[in-house]
């Protein structure tokens, strides 16, 4: 399976400021994703950041509030700007796994608002 | 999009075979079934895939009935650390590489007590 990596592993912030979360992963993969998980819930698809084209938003998320990057195969960025506490939560990047239609996942980054 | 619905909970001993179940009424014929394993504070971990029939692995089993709306995963002789969160996704990536049809529902908390 992919080993994928992410920085920072946790972190608190004030308001207004914005973070960016780094993915990185061992190997080359075309399809990466990026999700949110608030505290107690489920995992909620931010958007797919694939390889050679513009990243796709789901409903609820705009590219000003996370902006992302995808410079090359084993790289990903996601910022989270202007931040307020309703941002707190966990964000996960994923990547397509060697079994069709699954998923590897990263540890997720653990961002506290105040 | 394949909606699924799985009991929120379940309590199961250790050393007893866990089933939890998963309804996809609305599967698609491209759609593949997916569980996830989701520990506090890690990504989700793939555990499974079918498309139909029965399958096994080393650490579970999936049983799909002829009509694709429901499927079982099978634990065998649970022990304290399968403690987690259960999820079952359904759908595939589609010719653009996204995850939107992927999407994770509620899961299933299981509890493993001793």
């Known amino acids: 399976s992919a080993v994928i990596s992410q920085k920072p592993s946790r972190d608190i912030c004030q308001r207004g400021t914005s973070l960016t979360i780094q993915c990185q992963v061992d190997?080359?993969?075309?399809?990466m994703f990026w999700y949110r998980q608030q505290p107690g819930q489920s995992l909620t698809l931010i958007a797919t950041?694939?390889?050679?084209?513009?990243?796709?938003?789901e409903s609820g998320f705009v590219i000003d509030k996370f902006p992302i990057s995808r410079p090359n195969l084993t790289f990903s960025t996601l910022t989270v700007s202007n931040m307020s506490p309703e941002d707190s939560s966990i964000y996960l990047c994923?990547?397509?796994?060697?079994?069709?239609?699954?998923?590897?996942f990263g540890p997720g980054t653990r961002l506290l608002v105040l | 999009l394949a909606k699924t619905t799985q009991p929120i909970s379940m309590d199961s001993y250790e050393g007893q075979e866990v089933n939890i179940t998963c309804s996809h009424n609305?599967?698609?014929?491209?759609?593949?079934i997916t569980w996830y394993q989701q520990f506090p504070s890690q990504g989700p971990r793939f555990i499974i895939q079918?498309?139909?029939t029965k399958v096994t692995n080393e650490v579970a089993s999936l049983f799909i009935p002829a009509d694709r709306k429901s499927s079982t995963l099978s634990l065998p002789r649970v022990s304290l650390s399968d403690t987690a969160v259960y999820y079952c996704?359904?759908?595939?990536?589609?010719?653009?590489?996204?995850?939107?049809?992927?999407?994770f529902g509620s899961g299933t908390q299981l509890t493993v007590l001793p």
């Open positions: 190997s080359q993969v075309t399809m």
């Open positions: 996704l359904v759908g595939d990536f589609g010719s653009s590489g996204s995850a939107r049809q992927l999407t």
């Open positions: 079918g498309y139909k």
């Open positions: 609305n599967i698609a014929t491209n759609d593949y």
């Open positions: 994923s990547v397509e796994g060697r079994i069709q239609e699954t998923q590897y």
């Open positions: 950041a694939n390889q050679g084209s513009e990243a796709t938003y």
